[in-house]
């Protein structure tokens, strides 16, 4: 797909969140580092307040579509092997396929799990209004140097498993400091969705986009 | 690049590596599943009795490069963020850039660390005489149906990091069993960089690649 043609489509996408008034958090990462388990844990946290959808990218199957579907979700399924080449990301023209099948008016908060791949999805705007990185603590202290595209275009990195840190050679303040040198501006949490740590400091940021996104309503003088 | 296009260059690849004796072995995973630190312990191990040269292709920096090249290995490092879009994976192109700066001639194996990226490296035939996939124990039990191009392409699977099991959820059983679904013919070793575990097994089979590409001279009748 050519770049000019996703940002238009993304830029539809972006109008069609506005006018039904929902805030649109893409969430990317590796393979593995736990996407779907972090968000099943903040979507069983977020339901009694918030109306969550989701659009779920993977290449095959719907292994991760059936297990955030069980939490009670409304889950719009994008398998890129049917009719996307196989691709190794979502682009904006695969999010706008995904929105007739999502009651956006019914909706304050649309979560789209990327295809699980540290590179390309990064290059994709889709319309969205906040990126979210899961980076798991198995994966090393260099990798914000290795895929820096990906690190920078990040608001938020939720540094996941650290339940594992004990078991690991994995220096997280490294890592942390070396998200910093290529992200600056990226708040970072330290999450676990065995032990629960860090879900509720993750909930909150997801408040606080839907927050922020709410249209609040012009004032105007009345009739008199 | 077109595909056709990548399949010309890596039959060009093919020749030259024939003509210098020479096996090559591609070597993919996500990011952060071990391949450096494997590739570290294995040459260490196999220095004594094979030429072993690499390429190693990172979108950017010289951190991996530089890792190996300290086993005593030459290395070729080709960054896809220099003149090559930043590209996602190794294609027959890139490597082929990187045959000028190896002395095949001098080599029994070249090994080719391939971009972290479980999709989009599969895609690319490079001239390689065989794949090996390195996959964490820590990415979970149901990849080999998510990524499914990836891992039929495999010859070989070394399932890593297995010191991290008793601190995991990961069913390794179920990990083998979906792989074999998916690809039958593919030799499975668990290994650990960290313990030692399988890596003379893996060494084992990178030998048997050399042997089996050796190339046996034709008898001929001499001269009578």
């Known amino acids: 797909m050519i770049l000019g043609e996703n940002e238009r489509t993304a830029d539809a996408n972006r109008s069609a969140f506005a006018a039904a008034g929902v805030a649109v958090v893409n969430v990317m990462s590796s393979p593995g580092a736990g996407k779907t388990t972090l968000l099943c844990e903040v979507f069983a946290r977020l339901a009694p307040e918030l109306r969550v959808g989701v659009i779920e990218g993977d290449i095959e199957t719907a292994i991760d579509a059936d297990r955030l579907a069980a939490t009670g979700v409304p889950v719009a399924l994008i398998n890129t092997a049917n009719g996307f080449g ?4 979502l682009d904006a023209t695969m999010v706008r396929s ?3 099948r999502l009651a956006l008016d019914d909706l304050d908060l649309v979560v789209i799990e990327n295809v699980g791949n540290l590179v390309c999805p990064a290059e994709f705007d889709v319309g969205e209004t906040a990126r979210l990185i899961v980076y798991s603590v198995t994966e090393g202290e260099e990798k914000p140097y290795k895929y820096p595209v990906m690190f920078r275009s990040a608001d ?10 004990p078991h690991l ?6 890592f942390e400091s070396n998200l910093r040198g290529v992200n600056p501006a990226a708040a970072q949490l330290r ?8 879900i509720e400091a993750i909930c909150g940021w997801f408040r606080s986009v839907v927050e922020a996104h709410v249209q609040v309503p012009t ?4 009739d008199e």
């Open 191 to 198: 999450t676990s969705a065995r032990t629960g740590d860090g």
């Open 86 to 89: 196989g691709e190794c990301h």
């Open 219 to 222: 004032p105007h003088d009345g």
């Open 98 to 100: 995904a929105l007739e």
């Open 169 to 174: 050679d994995f220096d997280i303040d490294a």
């Open 156 to 165: 938020v990195v939720a540094i996941n498993k650290v339940d594992l840190l």
